[in-house]
């Protein structure tokens, strides 16, 4: 038995973990104690995460699609040669756009991953990427886009003195800041962090705040604007901050006017008095920090609750200043300046590049992974014929299941990057297998990158891992490692290939390109020293500590903005406040509260066009429950949802009531219940929990089984569980920008399947 350094890759926490190797297998991990930063944390998952290396699912190579179902095995040098020649012929036949490729969260896992697989769909011209992003936090970088960024960032959350959560619950989810979050939130609160938690659940991190807001899902957008109201009516706004780098105020002032707390407070149903005093209480901080999680993504106007978010921050003058000490500065992501002015607003979607549906362009969060399974299913000039699908699992992930379904089955080519066969695997022409975290080297350059996104994410100090490969892939096995199959194609299909650093492209962050030698493959560890090639701390310092570490090195301070130019018509650019589109979204909201209605759906970013009919939807009285997101801490969406030891005590993804709300409808913990949208329905099992609103479902997605096998069995509610996206329509009521759909607080029934009790 040898005891291994590593980090786990099951989520973004990335937490370092001693793996014991026995026999050559993982076959026990714990978090490794002593490390500044997690001191020792990890979580269920990561201790099973030796298991998705030993599972007895895995593939241990390649696989083709027989003719009439199943597969065969196949090398990895053949699938390369025979997928290469399929793509060219549609290349060939169909162009570049018939070839889309959709990355899902654990392509933003590995840089390395991400790196080569958007280099090879840059050699082949192809623009049709999509991304879980869109069906996640889109919101972030559309608000970016319209607000302007701040080229300072905002402070991470040891540095700050309040911290706004709208809708995420980073002690589950470590949905940043990557550490261990219950530790940081924690001593932080004791501190004198003053907390504020929107969410209609009492979550982990609500119960350390000062003020939790446990409002019905769907207002944030009024909460935000009742937050700002109180900040202009108290004098708490940084008017200095504001008249040096911002325009919009009056703008703004105006549009929250009518969001008084006490008129918003019973629309939310939560007190005026509490409204008020999270406004004051973050107001009043030096430093804080909005963070804006999946929940509000997903409920409509996601993206005016992110824009509110980073104008409440904009108001209160909270990003980080000159001056201020830079704690968390990039160790292997692109070494940058941080300075105290803002880079302006730059267009939030017609970047360039359309979609056939829904008037969708491409965008500031890429193109709307929402749309993708019509433009598969949409005949014509541009349909998609071939798609890659990296790290991700559509038929799980993908809100409307059915669509999904009927889409990846019409394609004439799927390619399925993935360990395990998985419902979107099982549709593969070819299933590419790859080698996984501990049979590879890898650093934490991807999650630290998250940190250009939001303050919120990333790692709170400047930490950083190198971790070699430990174990051998599985004896007998033929593997590849994801980004090694994207270099073969473009060999095949004599493709340069040019890699980029910094994962994720924002304002006054550089990046440098590199050609990846096409002859001779680089070594995987060639590979990352060229994503590392402009980081602040070379990547070999790294790999020579031998374990996790902080790299602290030169302090690094917020430089002042640049000087005005002195022409007359000189100006520093300037933060956005009064966004026409965002504050049109505002007031469509408030207009609708005034005629007591609900908001219509938002197809367009033309409010006047957003507030038009709506479709018909069953009465309030029909549906009147609406339907939460969450995520349990036992799976990772669809990951560990076939692992023995992670389906926890609900077996399944169970719908979560409050406990009064189950009582009124006749039913007891693990009964059976049918839980029906305007769209479709799916069975489940009830299950109480008090920290629950009333009139609230909340259910975890990416369970269930793919409609073929859901169709033969009639015991998926118990065994596999339910599949959200069933619920949710892409066409019906979908954000104009990303196309994310309303997958957050929709209005659903709930009734018991009377005959099948689960005793
Ligand atoms: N209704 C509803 N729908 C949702 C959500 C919701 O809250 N509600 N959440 C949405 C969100 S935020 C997201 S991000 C998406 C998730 O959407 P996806 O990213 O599409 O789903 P995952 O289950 O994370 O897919 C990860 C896949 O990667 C595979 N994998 C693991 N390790 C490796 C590896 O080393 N290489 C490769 N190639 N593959 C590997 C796993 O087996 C798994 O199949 O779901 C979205 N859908
Ligand atoms: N254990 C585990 N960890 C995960 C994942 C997982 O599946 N399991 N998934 C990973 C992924 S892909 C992502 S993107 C992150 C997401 O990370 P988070 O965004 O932190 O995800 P959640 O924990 O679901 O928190 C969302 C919260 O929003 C609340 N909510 C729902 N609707 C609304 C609303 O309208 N308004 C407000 N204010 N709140 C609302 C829910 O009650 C819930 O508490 O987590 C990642 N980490
Ligand atoms: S929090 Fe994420 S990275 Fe850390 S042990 Fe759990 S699954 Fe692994
Ligand atoms: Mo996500």
Redesign the pocket.
């Known amino acids: 038995m040898t005891t291994a350094r590593s980090f786990c890759?099951f989520c973004t926490g990335f937490c370092p973990l001693e793996v014991e190797i026995e026999n050559g297998l993982p076959v026990a991990a714990r978090g490794e104690p002593g490390n500044p930063l997690y001191d020792g944390f990890f979580c269920l998952k990561g201790r099973d995460f030796g298991t998705?290396h030993t599972h007895p699912n895995r593939w241990l190579s390649s696989q083709r699609r027989r003719p009439n179902g199943g597969f065969d095995p196949i090398s990895s040098e053949s699938v390369v040669t025979e997928v290469a020649d399929r793509l060219s012929a549609i290349l060939d036949r169909d162009g570049p756009r018939a070839v889309a490729m959709?990355?899902?969260?654990?392509?933003y896992?590995?840089a390395s991953?991400a790196a080569v697989a958007t280099a090879w769909m840059n050699a082949i011209r192809s623009p049709m990427r999509f991304s879980?992003?869109t069906?996640?936090?889109p919101g972030k970088q559309v608000s970016a886009a319209l607000h302007g960024t701040w080229l300072a960032g905002g402070a991470p959350l040891p540095d700050c003195d309040a911290w706004l959560i709208v809708g995420s619950n980073p002690l589950v989810a470590i949905s940043g800041p990557q550490s261990n979050p219950a530790k940081l939130f924690k001593n932080a609160c004791r501190d004198g962090l003053a907390l504020v938690v929107i969410d209609p659940r009492r979550t982990e991190v609500a119960r350390l705040a000062e003020v939790h807001l446990q409002s019905r899902p769907g207002f944030d957008p009024h909460l935000l604007a009742a937050m700002m109201h109180a900040v202009f009516e108290t004098g708490l706004a940084d008017q200095a901050f504001l008249s040096e780098h911002a325009r919009g105020v009056s703008a703004l002032k105006s549009a929250v006017a009518p969001f008084s707390p006490e008129r918003i407070a019973p629309l939310a149903d939560v007190d005026a008095a509490d409204i008020r005093r999270a406004a004051k209480l973050f107001a009043k901080a030096q430093r804080g920090t909005v963070q804006v999680g999946?929940?509000p993504?997903?409920a409509r106007n996601g993206n005016l609750t992110e824009y509110l978010g980073l104008c409440l921050t904009t108001l209160t003058g909270h990003w980080r200043r000159a001056g201020d000490r830079v704690t968390n500065p990039p160790v292997l992501a692109p070494d940058r300046e941080f300075k105290a002015q803002a880079s302006p607003p730059y267009p939030a979607r017609n970047l360039g590049f359309d979609l056939r549906v829904r008037d969708f362009s491409l965008a500031a969060c890429g193109l709307p992974t929402s749309a993708l399974a019509d433009e598969i299913l949409l005949p014509g000039g541009g349909q998609v014929k071939a798609l890659f699908?990296?790290?991700?699992?559509?038929l799980?992930?993908?809100?409307d299941q059915a669509k999904t379904d009927e889409a990846l089955k019409a394609l004439e080519l799927l390619v399925?990057?993935?360990?395990?066969p998985?419902a979107?695997?099982e549709l593969a022409h070819y299933v590419?297998a790859?080698?996984?975290?501990l049979e590879?080297a890898d650093s934490t350059l991807s999650t630290e990158s998250l940190s250009v996104l939001t303050a919120a994410f990333g790692f709170p100090v400047p930490h950083a891992q190198y971790a070699p490969p430990v174990v051998e892939p599985p004896a007998g096995s033929d593997l590849l490692e994801?980004w090694e199959f994207f270099y073969g194609l473009a060999k095949q299909m004599d493709l340069p290939l040019r890699v980029q650093t910094g994962l994720f492209p924002s304002p006054g962050v550089g990046s440098v390109r590199s050609a990846l030698d096409m002859k001779s493959r680089p070594s995987s560890d060639e590979l990352l020293d060229l994503l590392t090639c402009d980081s602040r701390i070379a990547l070999d310092v790294v790999r020579a500590h031998a374990g996790p570490g902080v790299f602290e090195a030169e302090p690094v301070f917020v430089q002042p903005a640049d000087p005005v130019p002195s022409s007359d018509s000189g100006d520093r650019p300037r933060l956005e406040l009064g966004d026409a589109a965002m504050l049109g979204e505002l007031a469509v909201l408030s207009e609708a509260f005034a005629a007591r209605t609900e908001a219509k759906p938002r197809r367009s970013i033309d409010p006047v066009r957003a507030a038009a009919p709506a479709t018909d939807r069953a009465p309030v009285s029909e549906r009147p429950y609406r339907l939460i997101?969450?995520?349990m801490a036992n799976a990772?969406?669809?990951?560990g949802?076939d692992h023995p030891d992670l389906r926890g005590r609900y077996g399944t993804n169970p719908a979560f009531m409050h406990p009064t709300d189950l009582a009124d409808l006749g039913l007891a913990r693990g009964d059976l219940i049918r839980v029906e949208s305007d769209h479709g329905a799916v069975e489940t099992l009830a299950w109480p929990d008090p920290a629950l609103r009333r009139g609230l479902v909340s259910?975890?997605?990416?369970w269930g089984a793919s409609p073929t096998a859901a169709a033969d069995r009639s015991d998926t509610a118990k065994t596999a569980g339910a599949?959200?996206?069933l619920?949710?329509s892409v066409e019906e009521d979908y954000d104009p920008y990303s196309g994310i759909p309303w997958?957050?607080g929709f209005p659903v029934s709930v009734c018991g399947c009377e005959s099948r009790r689960r005793e």
């Open positions: 890759r998705l959709y990355s899902g969260t654990v392509f896992q590995n991953t879980s992003g069906i996640d936090q999946t929940g993504n997903m699908v990296v790290g991700g699992n559509p799980m992930a993908w809100p399925v990057l993935d360990p395990k998985t979107t695997a590419v790859p080698k996984l975290g590879i994801d997101s969450r995520r990772f969406n669809s990951m949802t259910m975890s997605h990416c599949n959200v996206g619920l949710i997958m957050s």
